[in-house]
């Protein structure tokens, strides 16, 4: 799925000259033969190694399910390439910590699939925050709601994310991973965690999570992750209460979804709701992208990808803000699992 999205973005980067798309993996004949209709690559295989070992290869994306990415994360490491690497980085923290030390030890560029971060409604909050105009932050809650993806609820879908031994996790480390990294991106590192988790489809991970956490900032806030039957709604909500204002925002993975919405209220003041086409052309143009026909924002993310590596800088974000989201992660799962709360 993600992978042919990122085939996506990166046709069109090879199409404005920023990159040349030389080979692309997947054992899948299915996946290779959509891959191709999404990008052309020089040639096609089944075997990700020809890929990693190609000296004429720069830099390596990695977009195969969860339990691969440490074989192919350390592989590329090996072979001195860029890479990127989706989200969440591995089934276990052990193995997540294991791929952000190497990564640490190397120079190359290294980006993690956290697309959230080129959101312009994450972006226009992350900048309130930082700026402290609306005073400092004082607490917030954030709702991650998604259809269960996986082939039993979703018919043609793949089942891996039921499959703890693969996946890892449920609900919280494969989709809320995400709502993990945006707010320790804007409050900062996580340093007590509690949290409950449930199974009501009956998978062996969860479909339910809440997470209550405590920010090193001393911002606090409540983490709702679910994965249900429900298809075709927005699948986040975000509350942030600020000691002069309180900001709400609904957000969806799709750019210019119609489920997006912002709201600023201050002080004796009607509702702000900015112009959100404004918003997102402002973002994009501070971007520098030179197109708007994408829909996910996997395209911006690529592109700056692209560029780190033109550039021979550190990807953004990177295994450090990863680790950051899966410590995160981690503490929740050992705090539903003892009953008690847990140092991040
Ligand atoms: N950032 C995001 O918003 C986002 C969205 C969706 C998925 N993801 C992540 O991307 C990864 C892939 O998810 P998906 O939904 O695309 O999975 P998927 O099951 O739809 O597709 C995975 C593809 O990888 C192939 N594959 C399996 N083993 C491989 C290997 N060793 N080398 C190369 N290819 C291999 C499969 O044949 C399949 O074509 C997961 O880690 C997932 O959590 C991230």
């Known amino acids: 799925m ?21 080979g692309a993996a ?14 052309s690559f020089e040639y096609l295989t089944d075997d990700p190694t020809q890929v990693i070992e190609d000296p004429g290869i720069d830099a390596v994306m990695i977009t195969s399910p969860t339990s691969t990415h440490r074989d192919l ?37 290294a980006q993690v699939g956290f697309h959230s971060r080129f959101h312009p409604i994450f972006n226009r909050i992350q900048r309130l925050v930082e700026s402290a105009e609306l005073g400092v932050p004082m607490a917030y809650t954030l709702r991650d709601d998604q259809y269960w993806p996986t082939g039993a609820v979703v018919p043609g879908h793949s089942s891996w994310r039921s499959d703890r031994a693969q996946a890892g996790g449920g609900a919280l480390l494969e989709h809320s991973i995400h709502a993990a990294d945006i707010v320790c991106w804007m409050f900062g590192p996580a340093v007590r965690v509690s949290a409950s988790t ?32 429900v298809r075709g709604r927005e699948e986040r909500r975000f509350e942030v209460f600020f000691e002069n204002a309180a900001v709400e925002a609904t957000t969806d993975f ?88 847990v140092s991040a």
């Open 2 to 22: 993600i992978g042919q999205i990122h085939a996506d973005g990166l046709r069109k980067l090879a199409e404005d000259g920023e990159v040349v798309t030389v």
């Open 26 to 39: 997947d054992p899948s004949e299915a996946s290779r033969t959509a891959t191709a209709h999404n990008c």
């Open 73 to 109: 994360v350390l592989a590329t490491l090996e072979s001195g390439k860029a890479l990127f690497c989706e989200k969440p980085l591995a089934p276990s923290f052990a193995e997540v910590r294991e791929l952000c030390d190497a990564v640490a030890m190397t120079a190359r560029p």
């Open 198 to 229: 449930r199974s009501v489809f009956g998978y062996d991970v969860e479909d339910v999570a809440t997470v209550l956490v405590e920010h090193a900032s001393g911002v606090v806030g409540t983490i709702l992750s679910v994965f249900n039957g």
């Open 254 to 341: 799709i750019v210019g979804a119609t489920e997006d919405s912002f709201l600023v209220q201050r002080p004796d003041a009607a509702p702000e709701r900015p112009d959100l086409a404004a918003l997102r052309e402002d973002h994009f143009a501070e971007l520098g992208l030179p197109r708007r026909d994408f829909v996910f924002y996997t395209y911006p993310a690529d592109r700056h990808w692209v560029h780190c590596v033109n550039d021979d800088k550190p990807g953004a974000p990177g295994f450090d803000a990863a680790l950051r989201a899966h410590e995160l992660v981690d503490a929740a799962y050992r705090s539903a699992s003892t009953g008690v709360t």
